[in-house]
């Protein structure tokens, strides 16, 4: 065993070599040091404000909805580890990839019919975008590049993700003249229960009609707008698109990594709308929050189309793709999801988001608070404080990430009721003195 180090060692160290998301180099403020995980509980390797514990309402951006060492998940980890960890994909298969892309044809929306198995969220939309893309050419249509879709999104981190992230919170005057340039319409108007509004409907139509000529694909998170700005909009829209882009021959591209699972209180955000993209990621809470992996779902339309291309394969194949252990455990995840009543769950958190969260619209400095399913929102008048926001919810012994002007939380499915209540406690607590 190496030696063990101190708490202080690990984070001068860290601070010194190790990158965190959208950090600074060398860092400049202390993470904090965690331990162990258990059910919806972060265990600090120190105390901070008192606390050694901390209830997570994160569930580690969308992915553990089963919360932490699961025993379900714990034993397909474990007994897919006793078999093997990884074996490459190429010219091998195995049955934890196999069952996984069944079982994901099987709950998503008809037709999605083949399974592309990548290693995160962001690789996953370039695999959707590359299919695409691949599809138009093989159809001889190669001018069908470009991609269109609202303002407001979040698509990961890769270049041709961020294309299509919100053009001024995705920095896309840093990038200007590297990334492609893509189509945007208006972000779509707030709110889920929102009559969807005609004149935005007419726009859609019309920037997909007049651009149809060098389209790929509309590509959107459907129903919410997660780390572009934590927003809901009408399932109306979805559909808007779906006989728009059917209408000129543009596919659909639904990214639902962040909605998938059951998190909007319907399995995929796609169910709000009864509609079927044409390609459709998955991510984040596919695995449970153990392990890394996601998958792009298409047609059989868009295969066949592939295939008939001069070049009729998909050109994509990374090292780790259908990596068995993390298949494993997606499957034990998903059937964990669905052996319990999880929409009742997801309604049972909807409904404490509601009641636990409304008392922050009465401080002053809250713009609005929006829950839907297992999502609860803050949005502030003013760009969050961070450290004293997030000093503000470990002093009630929670977790929380904010950024902007939002203070959010998605918990663990698994959530009891007292520690539901303590998070929205953390929330109100940290709207009021971020
Ligand atoms: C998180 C996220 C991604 C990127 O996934 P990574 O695994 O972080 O690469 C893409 N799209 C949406 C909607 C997301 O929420």
């Given at each position: 065993?190496?030696?063990?180090?101190?708490?202080?060692?690990?984070?001068?160290?860290?601070?010194?070599?190790?990158?965190?998301?959208?950090?600074?180099?060398?860092?400049?403020?202390?993470?904090?040091?965690?331990?162990?995980?258990?059910g919806v509980?972060?265990?600090?390797?120190?105390?901070?404000?008192?606390?050694?514990?901390?209830?997570?309402?994160?569930?580690?951006?969308?992915?553990?909805?089963h919360g932490?060492?699961?025993?379900?998940?714990?034993?397909?980890?474990?007994?897919?580890?006793?078999?093997?960890?990884?074996?490459?994909?190429?010219?091998?298969?195995?049955?934890?990839?196999?069952?996984?892309?069944?079982?994901?044809?099987?709950?998503?929306?008809?037709?999605?019919?083949?399974?592309?198995?990548?290693?995160?969220?962001?690789?996953?939309?370039?695999?959707?975008?590359?299919?695409?893309?691949?599809?138009?050419?093989?159809?001889?249509?190669?001018?069908?590049?470009?991609?269109?879709?609202?303002?407001?999104?979040?698509?990961?981190?890769?270049?041709?993700?961020?294309?299509?992230?919100?053009?001024?919170?995705?920095?896309?005057?840093?990038?200007?003249?590297?990334?492609?340039?893509?189509?945007?319409?208006?972000?779509?108007?707030?709110?889920?229960?929102?009559?969807?509004?005609?004149?935005?409907?007419?726009?859609?139509?019309?920037?997909?009609?007049?651009?149809?000529?060098?389209?790929?694909?509309?590509?959107?998170?459907?129903?919410?707008?997660?780390?572009?700005?934590?927003?809901?909009?009408?399932?109306?829209?979805?559909?808007?698109?779906?006989?728009?882009?059917?209408?000129?021959?543009?596919?659909?591209?639904?990214?639902?990594?962040?909605?998938?699972?059951?998190?909007?209180?319907?399995?995929?955000?796609?169910?709000?709308?009864?509609?079927?993209?044409?390609?459709?990621?998955?991510?984040?809470?596919?695995?449970?929050?153990?392990?890394?992996?996601?998958?792009?779902?298409?047609?059989?339309?868009?295969?066949?189309?592939?295939?008939?291309?001069?070049?009729?394969?998909?050109?994509?194949?990374?090292?780790?793709?259908?990596?068995?252990?993390?298949?494993?455990?997606?499957?034990?995840?998903?059937?964990?999801?669905?052996?319990?009543?999880?929409?009742?769950?997801?309604?049972?958190?909807?409904?404490?988001?509601?009641?636990?969260?409304?008392?922050?619209?009465?401080?002053?400095?809250?713009?609005?608070?929006?829950?839907?399913?297992?999502?609860?929102?803050?949005?502030?008048?003013?760009?969050?404080?961070?450290?004293?926001?997030?000093?503000?919810?470990?002093?009630?012994?929670?977790?929380?990430?904010?950024?902007?002007?939002?203070?959010?939380?998605?918990?663990p499915y698994i959530t009891g009721?007292?520690?539901?209540?303590?998070?929205?406690?953390?929330?109100?607590?940290?709207?009021?003195?971020?």
């Amino acid at each position: 065993m190496p030696e063990p180090l101190s708490p202080g060692e690990l984070l001068d160290l860290d601070r010194q070599h190790v990158w965190h998301p959208y950090g600074p180099m060398p860092g400049r403020t202390a993470p904090l040091l965690v331990e162990s995980a258990s059910g919806v509980r972060l265990r600090l390797a120190e105390p901070v404000e008192g606390r050694d514990e901390l209830v997570d309402g994160m569930s580690s951006w969308w992915s553990a909805v089963h919360g932490y060492n699961h025993p379900v998940l714990n034993e397909a980890a474990h007994g897919q580890l006793e078999r093997m960890s990884h074996v490459m994909f190429g010219g091998l298969t195995h049955e934890p990839a196999v069952r996984l892309a069944k079982r994901l044809v099987d709950i998503t929306p008809e037709p999605l019919e083949h399974v592309f198995l990548a290693d995160s969220g962001s690789v996953s939309v370039e695999v959707a975008v590359k299919m695409c893309l691949q599809y138009w050419r093989s159809l001889g249509k190669p001018r069908k590049q470009r991609l269109l879709t609202w303002r407001g999104g979040y698509h990961g981190d890769t270049w041709q993700p961020m294309s299509v992230c919100d053009p001024d919170g995705g920095m896309h005057e840093l990038w200007q003249g590297v990334l492609p340039r893509q189509i945007f319409a208006d972000a779509p108007p707030a709110g889920f229960d929102a009559a969807p509004d005609e004149a935005y409907a007419a726009q859609l139509r019309e920037l997909i009609g007049r651009h149809a000529e060098e389209l790929a694909a509309v590509i959107v998170e459907p129903v919410v707008q997660g780390a572009g700005g934590m927003s809901f909009h009408s399932p109306g829209y979805l559909r808007v698109l779906r006989e728009a882009c059917d209408a000129h021959g543009v596919l659909l591209v639904f990214d639902e990594i962040a909605t998938g699972f059951g998190r909007t209180g319907s399995l995929f955000a796609a169910g709000h709308a009864g509609v079927t993209p044409d390609v459709m990621c998955l991510g984040k809470a596919l695995t449970g929050g153990y392990l890394t992996l996601a998958a792009t779902l298409c047609t059989a339309d868009v295969a066949d189309g592939i295939s008939r291309g001069a070049l009729p394969v998909l050109a994509h194949g990374p090292t780790f793709m259908g990596n068995p252990l993390a298949a494993a455990v997606a499957e034990a995840s998903i059937e964990l999801l669905l052996s319990q009543d999880w929409a009742q769950e997801v309604k049972r958190i909807e409904t404490g988001l509601r009641e636990g969260l409304a008392p922050a619209a009465e401080h002053a400095g809250v713009r609005e608070v929006r829950v839907l399913g297992a999502i609860g929102v803050v949005q502030l008048d003013h760009e969050v404080d961070m450290a004293a926001a997030t000093r503000a919810a470990v002093r009630e012994g929670v977790w929380l990430r904010p950024f902007r002007d939002l203070i959010y939380t998605m918990p663990p499915y698994i959530t009891g009721d007292d520690d539901l209540a303590r998070i929205c406690a953390a929330v109100c607590a940290a709207a009021r003195e971020g």
